[in-house]
């Protein structure tokens, strides 16, 4: 499987919309109001609220920024940073000071109209006293927000931050209307195009269009949207086959053969940055030396990987975080591949005739983990590599095993950004840093590229650190795991869809329409 | 008279009793569950700051027989506090009140009704089907109705409930769109809705609880077939449908009220597999849910809740087979 699905989807779109016009039909029709879309979605929870700071799985990111409220900014469908509530924004040379220029003419659902004091407010919750927001360490690079005019905010960055502008399209950092974010949180009150109607924490959300919208006429197309939480795979396949939703997200992989045989039902799947590694403290003999970490590296087959764990509902990895639905992704780097002889190679260059090394794996690191280390098992012996497969629990286990054990499974869903990426887990000293891996070119590169403005060179930074990381890195990433979800020929979309989370970045009620 | 409520209250006495041991029971087993709330609820982006500040958040850090006596005396007043989930929220929220989010009791409440909704539909099915097959299984014993009887029923319970479930979707909501596969029943509906909504479960369920009370219903009116009473009734020229419904069933009640009593907690207690399945709002779904994110309280209501379900349904058995059963209620 190629790493551009999305292009390859794109292009047999247009092949079937030349088909159609063909015909004598429009390609694909203009976006029409109206009509109920219902979402059989996973990962509701009982203690779900309409506070964005606690967002962290799919049923209220697409319930909380895909439909209710709004951020400053977002990735569009092809995957370009466009403004939401921000009509625009520019920086200092040195990436230092962002202004922002708001929309103007919006209200929040109960009438209030938005303005630089919202977004002050907004941001300021998730680093006030006792907050336990994940957007904490983005809000907290702020040094001093000044409001220009009601539609006008400067933030004074603490160090230069070319990424600013793609932080504030995180889910979390929802606008809530200033000085009535209590309410808002209870009632779930934003400037989204869908006000709520109707909220059950861990059984369903019923929104409804907002009339008085800014942009009424080109988002938020449907009359209204339910979302019901379906814990269960096979219920919301069966929910979808027997036409109770419109749509479901987290396809079983199983299943994908299956769907994809309805007529009217379409798959969705998109290789976005979701990745499974296997990543190694460096401080712990022997990973501490680079040449058994390449060793590893060359011992794994990743295309199997991908082939018998997902399915081939993935890309091979590289070993460094960057993925497809990164904007600096350095597609053209050489591709490690599985190759035992260079393993072994690398081994004596470490002084190593064979190797005994701990994995420990569980399915709560990520699905199918268990059987993965039995392939890295299997293909490492290849090359006298002989790695154990230590079985730990999955309750508990990203407290227990990760950051814990020398060796172990993860995964990491990715991040909008190259910075973010390798900020959160790859900067020297950070508590995410999982290998413990410091390297001071990696490190200066890292500190280059946040405050650099111009793309091309930012590219070339980028890609030096991913080389760098599948080179020198402590983590093996031997797979891209896809986002499979699908939905019913009674719903549109604009014939691509965004790749950095799933259904369309959970955009899907904003963007697509009933057919 | 006397010794009726003699029995019964000595019933009642034990029952409580029960409950109480329950009540420990749980309130350890949940505190011994691995893991916390916080960790669960910030998955892999708990902070230790964050984790820390939820669990000071919560009290978690008070003794654990404070904590069990606290949690006894509200549960005795309907008052199970509030929930960890709901309760962290208002603390990020910085709104001091929590009677905003509701309690525990709010919480379990409508799905509870949900629950017994549900078993009432199929309870309504299932209790005079399989009384109904059961006596006519009985009348002709060992004829081909009584085989095909006794082998569909046995079928359908020896088969995983989710299997079951998974038939009837394919045969009636897939291959003849008779009921809708999802079952998310809302307060926004009509009870026709509901129970539109409510059918597939509710036939999952009839399947899997009427084998066994359709055999009880069978083996304790063939068992009193052979009794010197029954004979004298044949003699006398009576119909074998009279015979069995007028002198044979009243005698069989006791088992047959002990049998279907448990399969009724059964469907309050036993159902959390069918409410996946069809997604259904119910107080399974609710406990796995809270058991998922560690909800302590939620869990710890969920399991009294199931507890007394099962107790007092199990009392009222006893205390109708002693009512239904001379020699129990007028003893010498």
Known sequence: ?515 | MNNVALIISKRLGLGVLTMFMVSIIIFLAVNMLPGDFAQALLGQSATPEAVEAIRRDLGLSKPIHTRYFDWLVGALQFDFGTSFAKANFSSYAGTSSTANFGTVADQIAPRFANTLFLAAVTACIAVPLSLLIGVLAALYRYSIFDRIANVSTLTSISSPEFFVAYVLILVLAVLNPVFPSLSNIHDGMDFAQKLQKTMLPALTLTLVVTAHMMRMTRAAIINLLASPYIEMARLKGLSPFRIILFHALPNALAPIINVIALNLAYLITGVVVVEVVFVYPGVGQLFVDSVKIRDIPVVQACCLVFAAAYISLNLLADVMSILSNPRLRLPK
């Open chain 1, 1 to 515: 499987m190629t790493l551009n699905i999305s292009r390859r989807t794109a292009l047999k779109t247009a092949a079937a919309a030349g088909a159609l016009s063909v015909a004598g039909m429009p390609a694909i029709a203009a976006p029409k109001h109206g009509g109920t879309y219902t979402i059989g979605m996973s990962g509701g929870n009982t203690s779900d609220t309409w506070d964005s700071r606690t967002h962290s799985d799919s049923f209220m990111i697409n319930m909380g920024a895909g439909c209710v409220f709004e951020t400053l900014t977002e990735v569009s469908s092809a995957g370009e940073l466009v403004g939401e509530l921000a009509e625009s924004w520019e920086a200092s040379p040195d990436a230092k000071i962002w202004t922002f220029n708001l929309r103007k003419g919006v209200k929040f659902h109960n009438g209030k109209s938005f303005g630089a004091d919202d977004v002050i407010a907004s941001m300021n919750m998730h680093v006030e006293e006792g907050a336990k927001s994940a957007a904490k360490p983005i809000v907290s690079s702020v040094e001093e927000m000044k409001k220009l005019s009601d539609h006008q905010v400067q933030f004074m960055l603490k160090s230069g931050s070319a990424d600013f502008p793609y932080l504030v399209s995180d889910y979390h950092i929802c606008i809530f209307p200033a000085g009535q974010i209590a309410e808002a949180i209870a009632n779930g009150i934003g400037t989204g195009p869908y006000k709520v109607v109707a909220f059950e924490p861990g059984v369903r959300a019923m929104v409804t269009k907002f009339e008085d919208h800014w942009d009424a006429d080109n988002r938020g197309y449907f009359a209204e949207v339910e979302q019901i939480y379906i814990g269960d795979a096979s219920a919301r396949v069966n929910a979808l086959m027997t036409s109770q939703v419109d749509a479901i997200n987290r396809v079983d992989f199983k299943s994908v053969k299956l769907l994809d045989a309805y007529i009217n039902i379409d798959i969705l799947e998109v290789t976005g940055n979701m990745h499974n590694t296997f990543p190694m403290l460096v401080g712990n003999a022997p990973f501490d030396d680079p040449n058994v970490r390449r060793a590893l590296k060359y011992a794994v087959n990743r295309q199997e990987m991908v082939d018998k764990i997902l399915l081939g509902h993935g890309a091979v990895g590289n070993d460094h975080p960057i993925g497809p639905a990164n904007q600096y992704y350095a597609s053209d780097l050489e591709q490690t591949e599985y190759d035992p002889d260079k393993a072994k190679f690398y081994l004596k260059e470490a002084g190593l005739s064979s190797l005994n090394v701990d994995l420990s794996v569980s399915d709560g690191a990520f699905a199918g983990a268990v059987d993965a280390g039995q392939l890295y098992q299997n293909s490492g012996s290849a090359a006298g590599i002989n790695i154990n497969i230590v079985q730990e629990p999955a309750d508990g286990y990203w407290s227990n095993v990760w950051l814990k054990k020398p060796w172990c499974a993860c995964y990491w869903s990715g991040r909008a950004t190259e910075d973010w990426m390798f900020s959160t887990a790859y900067e020297s000293g950070v508590p995410w840093n999982d290998t413990g891996w410091e390297n001071e070119r990696f490190q200066s590169l890292l500190l280059q590229g946040r405050a650099e403005l111009d793309t091309g060179l930012r590219g070339e930074i980028y890609r030096e650190m991913q080389e760098i990381c599948r080179d020198e890195g402590g983590t093996v990433v031997p797979m891209y795991q896809n986002y499979v979800d699908a939905k019913s020929n009674r719903v549109e979309h604009s014939g691509q869809t965004g790749n950095l989370w799933m259904l369309d970045n959970l955009r899907s009620c904003k963007r697509w329409w009933s057919a």
